[in-house]
Structure formats: structure tokens, C-alpha cells
């Protein structure tokens, strides 16, 4: 089932056909990662909404499917990156189950993540902030600041990878975190 062609020509008849097919197997996939059911039908929403929007832009060298599938797993992956302050904000205090030690490790690994974005540049930082704690999208963010959407995706940018590179070596004590506090 590979209409590529038709959908980037905006045949939305083969599009509906993909969707209908693809999309119970991509949020099983997406769930492999998410471990909520809500978040992996986001995710597979989302995947779709980006490949219908961006159909004339998109190059795909491999087949339709194997894309789906990198974009459900790249996208999961994205929503916890992009969301892990929220996430952590809203599983402050939840101890993890049968280990006394555990509570204080993730208090821990939320005030390394705090520091790591206080330690951000005044600009970055406040992009960041309204990016991912007020939900603003580049648009209203440039809006808001009187910036341009380049300057905002720019800041953003150095942000994350400040941030990566600072939270390099908790990456995955973070995702499993977050994976374990969503189950």
C-alpha cells in the first residue's frame, strides 16, 4: 500500500485509505514508546497532520510505510523532549513504587533539569519558557516578543541543544522516568 505519488498530488481519497489502515497499526507502534494510549494517538495524529500539510515538500526515498513508522518513533521521542518540564511538573512528589531511594533521585533529576534551563541565556530562556510551559507556538511567540519566527526557531534551537548537552548523561533516567510516571 504505498500511494505516495496520489497523496502528494493531494488525492485525499488515497489519503483517507492510508490513514484508515495505517493508523491502528501506527498507534500500537507509537505505544511501544508512549505507553498511554492518549498520547500515542496523538502522536500517530500528528504524523498524519504533517504528512497531509507538507505533502508537496516532503521527499520520501524509502517506501510510504517505513516513513510512517520513522515519523511515529521520531515523534514520540519529540513529544517527551518537548514536553518533559511539563511532564515533570505534573508528577512532582509521585514516589517510585517499592524503592525509598527513588523519591530522592527524582527530586534530584528535576532540580539538575530546573538548573540546566535557569542556566539558559535570558533570551533563550524566555523563548524556551513560553515555548514549552505556555504552549506558544513560534508564531505567537515572535508575535508576542515583536521577533521574527527565524529568531524564535533560532533561540529555540540553542536552547535544546544547551539543554541536551547539559542533560546529556540523564537522557535516559529521564525517559524512563517519564515513561514509568505516564503507565
Not at 516513513?67 to 517510585?96: A, W
Request: proline fraction near 3%.
Amino acid at each position: 500500500m504505498d500511494n505516495w505519488q496520489d497523496i502528494k498530488r493531494g488525492d485525499i481519497k488515497v489519503f483517507s485509505k492510508v490513514f484508515r489502515y495505517y493508523y491502528p497499526l501506527l498507534c500500537n507502534y507509537a505505544n511501544i514508546f508512549c505507553k498511554n494510549h492518549s498520547i500515542s494517538e496523538e502522536v500517530v495524529q500528528e504524523v498524519f497532520i504533517n504528512l497531509w500539510e507538507n505533502r508537496k515538500s516532503i521527499t520520501i526515498k524509502t517506501s510510504l510505510e517505513k516513513y510512517l513508522y520513522i515519523s511515529v518513533k521520531n515523534r514520540s521521542y519529540n513529544y517527551f523532549r518537548d514536553n518533559f518540564k511539563l511532564i515533570l511538573s505534573e508528577i512532582d512528589g509521585i514516589e517510585i513504587p517499592y524503592n525509598p531511594n527513588g523519591y530522592l533521585e527524582f527530586n534530584e533529576l528535576k532540580k539538575i533539569c530546573e538548573k540546566a534551563i535557569d542556566e539558559l541565556p535570558l533570551k533563550c530562556k524566555e523563548i524556551f519558557m513560553l515555548s514549552r510551559e505556555e504552549g506558544l507556538s513560534y508564531r505567537q511567540i515572535a508575535d508576542m516578543k515583536g521577533i521574527s519566527y527565524k529568531t524564535v526557531e533560532n533561540q529555540l534551537g540553542i536552547a535544546l541543544k544547551k539543554l541536551r548537552n547539559q542533560l546529556g548523561p540523564y537522557i535516559d533516567i529521564i525517559f524512563c522516568l517519564l515513561i514509568a510516571s505516564i503507565t
